[in-house]
């Protein structure tokens, strides 16, 4: 018998799991009954495309023994099963670094915590809650020997060889002495009936009973064994919808998306035609915890005539879609496509227009509170497939929203244009990585004087990307307030004119910054801050920033422009300065004050702070 160690990660899961972390336990049940059932998929492929079993009389079924005498309780299926290199990847390991991630999301909220089980793909250690000891023993299809895994939920676990007649799995648990509930006939029905009652397989409900014999005095005590079937063991998304309660897609949901949370919304779809295909789509209330993973795992699982395909192809939706949970149900594909012929799939293809379409439109539909829960919890990647996906850009650009120089909380491009210049059709903003920064930004001056709003994107990772190559909206430009000349009441003869009397200004603080700055000029942009810095739009190197940023790289330093308020008290000052010194060391500092306004770097913060310093002894 071989004794292996678990991995660490899953030693400390367990850890969690045997001191009872969670409130939520009956899951386990939920969970184990998941996986039996998504056994039970993989070998009905097989029996249906793969010429080795397609002479076996099967018929799929999960079994739950109940046995009160000896404290246990046993969930079985006659599934693909697993062999002895399976167990020990899929119980005594977690692929994907996810135990990792699953630890550090824990937040001590017993039904939070318990919500992530599923997510991470841990379901089968929830067992672990309620026992002392788990069996799991095993067959895989195909193979002529079984296999047991054994643990008491500790460091440790044995593989060994055991007999097993038929293919699939087995799952013996002890249970710990204060959760003999669920060997209470009713309590476990419930449970099954609550998660589990649309999983496509019959649930067999195996228990032990009290009948009673003769009469009277007569009267005997009779032990009986009886099974019964506790589910509907129907797909639900087969079913019309007419048919179907509200609670009857959540408790659905709960089981393929592993959550305790009802959805945020859901769409039950089945259209007729050329193409005969059902999908049945959820929007979690909260982003799965890999969402920003690259391994991250797909939520749709794809059928073929109610026949289990796959739960792992990231092709079925756009990727920026990889938060929804869910079934596609096609009519029209063959029963043995392959992973290869399903990502050139032109039916696949349109399944998954018609769909992406579906669901953004069920997400444009979000109104008040689910609306703001969905752009807290999905914004950046709506952002993604603006940038990705330019079928649909513009139902994207109707979802995503932005913070905003005119209110606190966030708003949408059409509430902007509702209350924009109709004339000029221009939407403003500005991108940074500070929210307070922006919203401070001497930028913004010229704006707030003029009363225009401008959208705060401090997203700047994402929003320096994405932002550009929008274009515009419904007609309306986007305009970077960092590159363009704001707002003001002044003619452009009067700007000249300001430009001229200042040029002997302008052209002294070149000198004195040198290559620091591209240019040094007046500006009417600002009204209470004697200087800003801003992009040269016609610099080269500005619109390949975003390509730069795209591609991983860093992104080249683009030469700034230097603009001085001429009204500034500063400003006036320093035209008439005769100390070289001084007057170099007080155009670095409107230079270095200019760009921490931006959230810039000065690029020598020792001298920049000597500076200061030196300016405040002689003001002293």
Not at 176 to 193: A, C, G, H, N, S
Request: hydrophobic fraction near 35%; aromatic fraction near 8%.
């Amino acid at each position: 018998m071989a004794k292996h160690q678990f991995q660490t990660e899953i030693g400390q899961l367990l850890k969690l799991m045997t001191h009872s972390l969670y409130s939520n336990k009956e899951i386990f049940i939920r969970e184990l009954v998941s996986n039996a059932s998504d056994a039970l998929d993989k070998f009905n492929y097989l029996s249906l495309t793969d010429e080795k079993f397609k002479e076996e009389a099967w018929s799929g079924k999960i079994t739950i023994k109940l046995d009160k005498e000896d404290g246990s309780l046993t969930i079985g299926d006659n599934g693909i099963g697993m062999n002895e290199q399976d167990l020990m990847d899929h119980l005594g390991t977690i692929a994907k670094s996810g135990t990792k991630a699953f630890m550090e999301n824990l937040t001590g909220d017993a039904k939070k915590d318990s919500n992530l089980i599923g997510q991470f793909g841990v379901g089968f250690y929830s067992v672990f809650m309620v026992a002392d000891k788990v069996d799991v023993i095993s067959k895989k299809a195909g193979e002529e020997q079984a296999y047991m895994f054994s643990t008491d939920g500790t460091g440790e676990y044995e593989v060994k060889p055991v007999t097993k007649e038929s293919h699939g799995t087995v799952i013996y648990i002890k249970l710990k002495e204060d959760e003999k509930e669920f060997l209470d006939k009713w309590r476990t029905q419930e449970v099954v009936k609550k998660y589990s009652n649309h999983i496509a397989y019959p649930i067999m409900l195996n228990y032990e009973d009290v009948e009673y014999e003769g009469e009277g005095e007569d009267k005997k005590e009779k032990k009986v064994q009886k099974s019964e079937q506790i589910n509907a063991a129907t797909a639900l998304w087969t079913l019309p919808k007419s048919e179907l309660k509200k609670e009857d897609y959540i408790e659905f949901y709960k089981t393929i998306g592993h959550d305790s949370e009802e959805p945020l919304t859901y769409l039950h779809n089945k259209v007729e035609g050329a193409q005969e295909f059902t999908t049945l789509f959820y929007i979690p209330k909260t982003a799965p915890m890999d969402m920003y993973r690259a391994d991250y795992t797909p939520g749709v699982k794809l059928y073929v005539k109610r026949v289990f395909i796959t739960d792992d192809d990231k092709e079925l939706l756009p990727p920026y879609l990889r938060f929804v949970r869910g079934i596609i149900d096609s009519e029209d594909l063959p029963l043995n496509v392959s992973r290869e012929l399903l990502q050139e799939n032109k039916i696949l293809a349109n399944i998954k227009q018609n769909s992406t379409k579906k669901i953004l439109q069920a997400i444009k539909k979000l109104k008040g509170e689910d609306a703001d829960t969905f752009v807290a919890q999905y914004n950046r990647v709506i952002k993604e497939g603006i940038y990705t996906d330019y079928i649909n850009k513009e139902l994207l650009l109707d979802i995503v929203k932005y913070k905003s120089s005119a209110q606190e909380g966030l708003v949408g491009l059409e509430e902007y244009i509702s209350r924009g210049d109709s004339e000029k059709k221009e939407i403003y903003y500005i991108v940074g990585e500070d929210e307070k920064v922006l919203r401070n930004s001497p930028l913004l001056e010229a704006y707030k004087k003029a009363n225009i709003e401008v959208l705060i994107m401090d997203d700047k990772e994402v929003d320096n990307i994405v932002t550009p190559m929008i274009g515009s909206y419904k007609e309306w430009t986007l305009k970077d307030i960092t590159t363009i000349d704001a707002p003001d009441s002044k003619t452009e003869e009067e700007k000249e004119e300001v430009a001229k009397e200042f040029k002997p200004l302008t052209d002294k603080i070149k000198e004195a910054l040198g290559d620091a700055v591209k240019e040094v000029k007046t500006t009417t942009r600002l009204t209470t801050s004697p200087s800003c810095v801003i992009k040269d739009p016609s610099d080269p190197m500005a619109g390949m920033a975003a390509m730069f940023a795209q591609m991983g790289q860093e992104v080249p330093e683009t030469p700034l422009i230097l603009e001085i308020n001429p009204e500034h008290e500063m400003i006036k000052k320093l035209d008439g300065l005769e100390d070289k010194a001084l007057f170099d060391d007080l155009s670095w500092i409107l230079l270095d004050a200019a760009k921490l306004s931006e959230g810039l770097e000065p690029k020598d913060k020792g001298a920049f702070a000597s500076r200061v310093a030196s300016l405040a002894t002689k003001a002293i």
